[in-house]
């Protein structure tokens, strides 16, 4: 499946697989040297921490490329007052009676802890393309769902492709 990813996400993305093949690769590597040279590799924990470091550091890389290549560039085109990617939405919860506030982003960058939901989430695509004032029915399975209320939509810039979630 293809990630949805803004030209923001694509940018970080570039950048920090630059970084481990610059970087973090060469570190690795010495790192890999360095407890070979130790001695017996049959007891030799630093080798093999070193030599794990270096394979996770290769995976990752084959992700994000593999990200890339498969990638499907979206961007916000939404109106006034309508719910887009990248902008923050106050939502009243009517079985709570609370109100919170999200961003909506691609889901590489999701962080519950931070306020920020995916497009892909049952509220994200509930949400995306209504309009404030309406009250819309979240289905999260076959069994459960809750109403919202869109209150407040507003625009935000895509400076947020700085967290990029790493796996």
């Known amino acids: 499946m293809a990630e949805k990813l803004t030209k923001g996400d694509i940018e970080k993305i570039e950048q920090e697989i630059e970084h481990r093949k610059l970087v973090v690769r060469k570190e690795t590597i010495q790192a890999v040297k ?11 924990f630093e080798y093999y921490a070193a030599k794990r470091e270096k394979n996770q550091n290769e995976s990752r ?9 498969t990638a499907v ?17 106050e939502l009243y919860f009517e079985e709570d009676q609370e109100t919170e506030t999200y961003r909506l982003v691609t889901p590489v960058r999701v962080s519950s ?19 404030v004032g309406e009250r819309v029915y979240v289905q999260v399975n ?3 769902g809750f109403h919202v209320v869109i209150q407040k939509v507003e625009k935000t810039q895509d400076e947020g492709a700085d967290k990029i979630r790493s796996f």
């Open 34 to 44: 360095e407890a070979r040279a130790h001695g017996d590799l049959s007891e030799n």
């Open 61 to 69: 890389i084959r992700y994000l490329e593999r990200m890339l290549k």
């Open 73 to 89: 560039v979206v961007k916000d085109t939404s109106k006034e007052n309508e719910v887009g990617l990248n902008n923050t939405v």
């Open 113 to 131: 802890l931070e306020g920020l939901i995916s497009i892909e989430s049952p509220i994200g695509k509930a949400i995306f393309g209504r309009k």
């Open 142 to 144: 076959e069994n459960v």
